[in-house]
């Protein structure tokens, strides 16, 4: 443990299990306090796989604390942005400040194009691409009122540079995370936050 964190705060969306519980882990590894969000449950019907559960969340929390960390867990859904923002805030509260985003959740959903649904499509893009954005929108300005900049991490894909078939939806909301990841590094540079998409 380098205690490259010690110190900093992280939100990390999709937290319960998976990659988001792996950046949760490992920010704490490095010192950081979390603040972690799930749903936890139910997911959109065209999704093929089960959800994280509150037990997985839970034990994303008893692996964070075991490393003598703090995380505040929240089960939320990221399309819910006021009940971010009120995460956020209240993780804020609590833990002092906020330095890192890790807008991680997302949901991938297969099928071929002329399967596809409206609401299958509408349902991918309001959780990837939506929901990113909220997950920004609900910590940017926190970090930026901390004054010592900051981080921002999307969690993109390969479906976000190059072509990806049979997943048209996932394809363009993963294009979509990536270019967001660019514009709001555009604007946030002069608080000295970095934005980043990773794929």
């Not at 443990?1 to 937290?15: N, P, Q």
């Not at 796989?49 to 929240?74: C, F, K, N, Q």
């Not at 991918?124 to 909220?134: H, L, P, Q, R, Y």
């Not at 910590?139 to 976000?160: E, M, N, P, V, Y």
Request: a negative charge.
């Amino acid at each position: 443990m380098s205690g490259r964190l010690a110190g900093k705060v992280a939100f990390i969306t999709g937290a319960a299990r998976g990659q988001g519980r792996a950046h949760a882990v490992r920010m704490a590894r490095e010192g950081a306090d979390i603040i972690a969000v799930d749903i936890a449950g139910k997911l959109p019907s065209c999704v093929p796989y089960d959800p994280a559960t509150p037990e997985d969340l839970a034990e994303t929390t008893r692996l964070v604390e075991a490393l003598d960390r703090r995380i505040i867990v929240s089960a939320i859904d990221i399309r819910d942005f006021d009940g971010l923002c009120e995460v956020v805030d209240d993780g804020v509260a609590t833990l002092g400040r906020l330095d890192i985003i890790v807008a991680n959740a997302g949901i991938s959903a297969p099928a071929a194009w002329n399967e596809i649904t409206p609401e299958s499509f509408r349902d991918v893009m309001d959780v990837n691409v939506t929901g990113t954005w909220n997950s920004v929108m609900a910590g940017a300005q926190k970090i930026i009122d901390g004054g010592r900049g900051g981080s921002i991490i999307l969690i993109s894909s390969a479906a976000g540079m190059k072509m990806q078939p049979f997943m048209v939806h996932y394809t363009a909301s993963k294009h979509a995370v990536t270019g967001m990841a660019r514009a709001f590094a555009a604007e946030l540079g002069r608080h000295s936050i970095r934005v980043n998409s990773v794929h």
